[in-house]
């Protein structure tokens, strides 16, 4: 059994717009100043990839869905700090029950 899979892949769904977690993710991997600051290497519409340490990657990735846009984590180390940046979206909108 992998137990560094469930680390390597995190996924969460928020209530903000793709483009939103995109900007958050890049003030937030590339601004920290620590061991585990990440510099942004490639971006298109749906992801963003950085570098940090050691030639480590992480990739942050979006997609619209109906409950708001989830939003996948990938990398072989920075796991933690993945972690963490979830930690600060808001989460999705749960929707009004409906009234009948």
Known sequence: MNIQKSRTLQQTT???RPEEV???AKVHFVR???LYAAFMEKEG???VNF???GGEEI???VATSDAGTAVTGSTYL???Q???FFSTLPPARTPEPAVA
Request: hydrophobic share 40%.
């Open 45 to 47: 519409p749906t992801y």
């Open 51 to 53: 570098r940090g340490q």
């Open 32 to 34: 920290r100043n620590s």
């Open 59 to 61: 990739i942050i990735g």
């Open 22 to 24: 995109l900007a958050a």
């Open 78 to 80: 920075f796991d933690q």
């Open 82 to 84: 993945v972690a963490r």
């Open 14 to 16: 928020t209530s903000l």
